[in-house]
């Protein structure tokens, strides 16, 4: 009888490391949560200033950080730093170009150092889950400064103008946006002049002005209170949880390139199998955004507004509609509703000013975004041959459907059935991250949906849109683009 090798040193070192960061990630956010409630009710405008507000956040933010990250935090204090330095020697004309190129330069340096830290381990809660996070604000804040200061007014869309900030930030309220305690581990990324109007104790009022309440019956404006909003997320963070332990565990991602596997089971099955991995994937990411969200709520922040029901919503921070993506009918629809706040990011930054192929280049910024790992850049690659055959398809074929109820019914389900597959067969990558697995698998189902997509934008036509109307009618399109 053999003994079983025991694991060498560096993997014990790094699951132990692994294992450490998980728990600072919950334990962070939970405190986060606490802290947002007592931030919300000890600090709310009417009891301090704000830039009693700011320091709060700002401080506590940078602790949650060095205690989740240990030394791996500096990277977060640089790159804010040397941005900061950007934002106020720069040329305006050029403030949005110089703070993009040295925030996602930086990123991707940090992203090949990780692949000679973690090798091809894929660990959500890493230092550069915030250093992504600050990327996004720091450029979004570049360009709506940009937008403010360097354009004409006429020069820009109806979101543009809205955004648009008109003077340069303070330090504090610089720090203080882009290191907070609600968003500095998971985010998600907002917008300076809401965050900023959020501090400022005006976030829900405006909100409330854009509603008659004297026609609801109303003598005066309400007080919408978050508390609700944050115990039904904090239930689908629960069961997110639960999924997680009891299913991802279950149904690995490498099981589907299992050499048995492949050998025994027949290609429909393993079709089937490929989308409960996916399925088994998600929880992760519902626990981790909606946890997010939910903080930031619980502060007083993500006041969207009354829906026409008169209910009000908590939803301008969320990140996923989970109804809509398991409904969904369309690769845009499921796209649309995954990683909400990275797709609008993408759409200011990139989708919106980009000169040509904007959907093209939004995918490439996407996958430079989260990371230098070959799975990801399959998997956006094959988005956009996904994203340009479905539109195709829809804009070809969809209203013929639409003549009676049982057309369009049967429509429904043979778009969700396959679009869920579309997906499933287009995140497999971002899982498995190297191409030898990649290929393995594509080889195992054909690359039948690569085949399919170039057969359809080669025999349907393809309705040209220019750069204009694309913007009015596609500003939710570009939200191709997700993980993490």
């Not at 004297?214 to 949880?241: E, F, H, N, W």
């Not at 690995?252 to 409960?276: H, Q, S």
Request: hydrophobic share 45%; net charge positive.
């Amino acid at each position: 009888n053999r003994e079983t090798p025991s694991p060498s040193p560096p993997r014990i070192t790094t699951f132990c490391f692994v294992c450490l960061l998980q728990i600072n990630f919950v334990a962070c956010q939970l405190f986060a949560l606490l802290a947002a409630f007592w931030f919300r009710i000890y600090l709310s405008p009417s009891h301090a200033s704000s830039a009693v507000r700011h320091a709060f956040a700002t401080l506590f933010g940078i602790y949650f950080a060095v205690f989740c990250f240990g030394w791996y935090s500096i990277h977060l204090f640089v790159l804010v730093m040397m941005n900061y330095g950007i934002m106020n020697m720069a040329s305006i004309p050029n403030i949005h170009r110089y703070s993009f190129v040295v925030a996602m330069g930086y990123l991707t340096l940090c992203h090949i150092s990780r692949i000679y830290i973690f090798h091809y381990g894929i660990l959500t809660t890493d230092f550069s889950g915030p250093l992504m996070i600050i990327t996004q604000k720091i450029t979004t804040l570049a360009c709506q400064l940009h937008d403010g200061i360097g354009r004409q007014a006429e020069e820009l869309t109806a979101e543009q103008n809205r955004l648009a900030v008109k003077s340069r930030p303070s330090l504090l309220e610089y720090l203080s946006y882009l290191l907070n305690f609600m968003s500095i581990i998971a985010g998600p990324c907002s917008n300076y002049k809401d965050y900023i109007a959020f501090i400022e104790g005006r976030h829900v009022h405006m909100k409330l002005l854009e509603v008659n309440w004297k026609q609801k019956g109303y003598d005066r404006l309400p007080d919408p209170s978050p508390t609700g909003a944050v115990m039904y997320k904090l239930c689908i963070t629960l069961v997110s949880l639960i999924l997680f332990l009891t299913l991802t565990k279950n149904f690995p991602m490498a099981y589907i390139i299992d050499n048995e596997f492949l050998d025994k089971t027949p290609f429909l099955t393993r079709l089937g199998y490929l989308y409960v991995v996916t399925q088994a994937a998600k929880p992760k990411y519902y626990f981790a955004w909606t946890l997010a969200d939910a903080v930031n709520n619980a502060a007083g922040y993500g006041f969207s507004g009354v829906d026409e029901r008169g209910t009000f919503r908590w939803d301008l921070l969320s990140n996923l509609n989970i109804w809509n993506i398991e409904t969904a009918t369309s690769f845009k629809m499921y796209i649309e509703n995954w990683n909400i706040q990275t797709a609008a990011w993408l759409k200011r930054v990139c989708y919106d000013r980009a000169p040509w192929y904007p959907t093209a280049l939004t995918f490439i910024l996407s996958a430079l975004w989260h990371g230098i790992y070959p799975g990801y850049y399959f998997t956006f690659l094959t988005g956009i041959l996904i994203t340009l055959a479905a539109r195709a398809i829809r804009n070809n074929c969809r209203h013929y459907f639409l003549s009676s109820v049982p057309l369009k019914i049967t429509y429904d389900i043979v778009t969700w059935v396959v679009t869920q597959l579309a997906v499933s067969y287009t995140v497999a990558p971002f899982v498995m991250l190297a191409v030898e697995p990649t290929i393995k698998f594509y080889k195992s189902v054909y690359f039948h949906m690569h085949i399919l997509s170039i057969l359809v934008l080669l025999l349907l036509p393809i309705r040209p849109q220019t750069h204009s109307l694309r913007r009015s009618q596609n500003q939710a399109t570009m939200n191709s683009v997700k993980s993490k």
